[in-house]
């Protein structure tokens, strides 16, 4: 994992983790037009943006939504593998009879 700081630029944080802008668009609310050399600790007073504490997003907010991407990426790679077919959707009821939906989206968690 990297050492992430208050002091570093949101472009950094993209380049090293390799966590897409959209993830951290979408997880905290950051505008489309952000400034990316903006350090961490800058952005959430600099656009207003608060956490669900109703505190101002710190560097911890920006750690929080690294893990979750990456375990999340972590859990589609063992499942890609779970899937005979390689495939990353599968909808009901299923290419083979392995299709398991415990979630209830209605795509085989094979493939997820």
């Known amino acids: 994992m990297v050492d992430i700081k208050g002091s570093n630029t949101l472009k950094y944080l993209l380049e090293t983790t390799k966590v897409p802008l959209s993830e951290f668009q979408q997880k905290l609310g950051l505008p489309k037009n952000v400034d990316t050399a903006l350090k961490l600790k800058e952005i959430g007073s600099t656009y207003n943006l608060k956490n669900n504490e109703g505190a101002v997003f710190e560097t911890e907010d ?36 392995r299709y398991v939906d415990a979630n209830g989206d209605r795509q085989c968690d094979h493939a997820q």
């Open 62 to 97: 920006f750690r929080a939504v690294i893990d979750e991407y990456l375990k999340n990426k972590e859990k589609q790679a063992e499942n890609l593998a779970d899937c005979p077919f390689g495939k990353t959707e599968c909808a009901f009821p299923g290419d083979c009879g």
